[in-house]
């Protein structure tokens, strides 16, 4: 018998029709922005080819399963419209398939049951670490006869399945973001396919669903390029062809950290709540190690689709800036129909407002609201911090902000007297009839544009900024801005 060692296993292209990639989440934890990543890659991989991107839910860790993932595996991508072809397939519910291979392996002299326990592996860890070897299964139980088998058998030992590493040469793998990659087999000690409760391992389950699910590219994240060679070495004894590899680049914080909590939100969801759109979180997550050139930034869905290639895929690290991405979902808010940005961002102002503001909101109104917000804003989280003076009857704020724009107190209050005056005589309340009535007024009361206004819009909002001054007093009304402006006077004249 031959070991499945040495050479190199160089994959050919197969046609674009064959594509299959898969998206296949381990439901210990909720969905991070590399994960989903991952799954847009292999989406626009398998969109661009015009093949199929499955969905498999690998949850062969029992004790490390967390209750809910699965459906927020599923809702992510959902929420941005990453749909899957065929799935979801679940591991638990293949487990015969596993064992069936890890049979054949043993049969066939590629792997071999271990009876050591946790307590002699982690003695040979400490040891081997002690003479600062790198830790690793020591071979133990890989050449036990057959009267020690029988007599570790009959103790009631339940063994792990370990693969039967080569002791010598190479094994050389092509990449297609990093070209060839070689590995020493002798670095790589014997590791475990299935474990003693009979669920398989993470190296054994994806080798033996990839190949019966004939998965063609397998788009993953880089740290698992190292654990590739073992796979490699799984495919040749198992006799099958391998998919191609594509080991893709890690996303670092601006630290160049490796992400993380302290970065921002990495729960995919936690975007969705804080208010991204799904096209402008597709376009950001693209753009982590991938580029269509040096200075386009904006791609929609289809073009995306279009121009994905893994030959754009970057080798070197990708470093998230949300700066970026609350700039890009700003774009993509100010692209949606006014009645579009209503619907989306409706609930978060309504969550976002205090208890003290009249429920349910006024649909019309909040129809007059929205288009102020929509150039402002970043995110729909931000909409009711905002605009959440336009729907309080009284303002509150310093008012040593009405004196910001450089004005005296004397000097403001008399500009808002003559404000009063002058408003009493608008005919119509609409955005160019006021500006008809304010503009010239600032000339004639030997005030800068810049003073003047910065002092009405403190006086009429109670922010130094504020949505567009005319277009705000238009919805606050002619009612409510008399009453604010009256209430600055007051609070002026005590100054």
Same mark, same amino acid.
């Given at each position: 018998?031959?070991?499945?060692?040495?050479?190199?296993?160089?994959?050919?292209?197969?046609?674009?029709?064959?594509?299959?990639?898969?998206?296949?989440?381990?439901?210990?934890?909720?969905?991070?922005?590399?994960?989903?990543?991952?799954?847009?890659?292999?989406?626009?991989?398998?969109?661009?080819?015009?093949?199929?991107?499955?969905?498999?839910?690998?949850?062969?860790?029992?004790?490390?399963?967390?209750?809910?993932?699965?459906?927020?595996?599923?809702?992510?991508?959902?929420?941005?419209?990453?749909?899957?072809?065929?799935?979801?397939?679940?591991?638990?519910?293949?487990?015969?398939?596993?064992?069936?291979?890890?049979?054949?392996?043993?049969?066939?002299?590629?792997?071999?049951?271990?009876?050591?326990?946790?307590?002699?592996?982690?003695?040979?860890?400490?040891?081997?670490?002690?003479?600062?070897?790198?830790?690793?299964?020591?071979?133990?139980?890989?050449?036990?006869?057959?009267?020690?088998?029988?007599?570790?058998?009959?103790?009631?030992?339940?063994?792990?399945?370990?693969?039967?590493?080569?002791?010598?040469?190479?094994?050389?793998?092509?990449?297609?973001?990093?070209?060839?990659?070689?590995?020493?087999?002798?670095?790589?000690?014997?590791?475990?396919?299935?474990?003693?409760?009979?669920?398989?391992?993470?190296?054994?389950?994806?080798?033996?669903?990839?190949?019966?699910?004939?998965?063609?590219?397998?788009?993953?994240?880089?740290?698992?390029?190292?654990?590739?060679?073992?796979?490699?070495?799984?495919?040749?004894?198992?006799?099958?062809?391998?998919?191609?590899?594509?080991?893709?680049?890690?996303?670092?914080?601006?630290?160049?950290?490796?992400?993380?909590?302290?970065?921002?939100?990495?729960?995919?969801?936690?975007?969705?709540?804080?208010?991204?759109?799904?096209?402008?979180?597709?376009?950001?997550?693209?753009?982590?190690?991938?580029?269509?050139?040096?200075?386009?930034?904006?791609?929609?869905?289809?073009?995306?689709?279009?121009? *994905?290639?893994?030959?754009?895929?970057?080798?070197?690290?990708?470093?998230?800036?949300?700066?970026?991405?609350?700039?890009?979902?700003?774009?993509?808010?100010?692209?949606?129909?006014?009645?579009?940005?209503?619907?989306?961002?409706?609930? *978060?102002?309504?969550?976002?407002?205090?208890?003290?503001?009249?429920?349910?909101?006024?649909?019309?109104?909040?129809?007059?609201?929205?288009?102020?917000?929509?150039?402002?804003?970043?995110?729909?989280?931000?909409?009711?911090?905002?605009?959440?003076?336009?729907?309080?009857?009284?303002?509150?704020?310093?008012?040593?902000?009405?004196?910001?724009?450089?004005?005296?107190?004397?000097?403001?209050?008399?500009?808002?007297?003559?404000?009063?005056?002058?408003?009493?005589?608008?005919?119509?309340?609409?955005?160019?009839?006021?500006?008809?009535?304010?503009?010239?007024?600032?000339?004639?009361?030997?005030?800068?544009?810049?003073?003047?206004?910065?002092?009405?819009?403190?006086?009429?909002?109670?922010?130094?900024?504020?949505?567009?001054?005319?277009?705000?007093?238009?919805?606050?009304?002619?009612?409510?801005?008399?009453?604010?402006?009256?209430?600055?006077?007051?609070?002026?004249?005590?100054?």
């Amino acid at each position: 018998m031959k070991h499945p060692s040495g050479g190199m296993w160089c994959a050919v292209m197969k046609p674009e029709t064959s594509v299959r990639v898969r998206f296949a989440p381990s439901p210990t934890g909720y969905p991070h922005l590399g994960n989903i990543r991952t799954a847009l890659f292999s989406w626009l991989f398998a969109r661009h080819h015009g093949g199929k991107f499955l969905l498999r839910i690998e949850d062969t860790d029992v004790a490390r399963k967390v209750e809910g993932t699965v459906d927020v595996i599923l809702d992510s991508l959902r929420w941005l419209g990453l749909d899957w072809d065929e799935g979801p397939y679940f591991q638990s519910e293949r487990l015969h398939y596993y064992q069936e291979a890890a049979s054949k392996l043993i049969e066939d002299g590629f792997a071999y049951k271990c009876y050591c326990s946790r307590e002699r592996l982690e003695m040979v860890r400490q040891e081997q670490m002690k003479r600062k070897q790198p830790p690793g299964y020591d071979g133990h139980c890989r050449n036990l006869t057959e009267q020690e088998k029988s007599q570790l058998e009959a103790s009631g030992i339940a063994p792990v399945v370990r693969f039967k590493m080569p002791l010598e040469g190479e094994t050389t793998l092509h990449d297609l973001i990093r070209g060839e990659v070689t590995f020493k087999n002798s670095v790589l000690s014997d590791f475990v396919l299935l474990k003693s409760d009979g669920y398989p391992t993470y190296h054994l389950a994806n080798i033996v669903d990839d190949h019966l699910m004939a998965i063609s590219h397998v788009l993953r994240a880089d740290e698992w390029l190292s654990s590739t060679p073992r796979h490699i070495l799984l495919y040749r004894a198992l006799n099958w062809t391998p998919p191609q590899f594509a080991h893709l680049p890690m996303i670092l914080g601006p630290d160049k950290a490796k992400l993380s909590k302290r970065h921002g939100a990495t729960n995919i969801i936690d975007y969705r709540e804080q208010g991204y759109l799904p096209q402008a979180m597709i376009n950001f997550m693209a753009l982590l190690g991938w580029s269509l050139d040096d200075k386009t930034e904006l791609l929609s869905r289809e073009e995306l689709i279009e121009h *994905f290639s893994l030959g754009r895929v970057s080798k070197t690290a990708a470093v998230f800036n949300k700066r970026k991405l609350e700039w890009m979902n700003g774009v993509y808010l100010r692209q949606l129909s006014p009645e579009e940005f209503a619907r989306q961002g409706t609930p *978060f102002l309504d969550r976002g407002l205090p208890s003290s503001v009249k429920r349910p909101l006024s649909s019309s109104y909040v129809r007059q609201v929205m288009p102020l917000l929509q150039e402002r804003a970043k995110t729909l989280a931000e909409i009711p911090q905002l605009g959440d003076f336009l729907f309080f009857d009284d303002i509150e704020y310093d008012t040593n902000l009405l004196l910001s724009s450089g004005l005296d107190a004397k000097s403001a209050i008399q500009t808002i007297e003559v404000v009063l005056q002058r408003l009493q005589t608008a005919k119509t309340w609409d955005a160019s009839s006021l500006e008809a009535v304010l503009r010239p007024l600032a000339a004639e009361l030997n005030l800068s544009t810049r003073k003047f206004f910065g002092l009405l819009r403190v006086a009429t909002t109670g922010r130094t900024a504020a949505p567009p001054l005319f277009q705000t007093m238009v919805v606050l009304g002619k009612e409510k801005c008399f009453k604010h402006l009256a209430s600055a006077l007051q609070r002026m004249s005590v100054l």
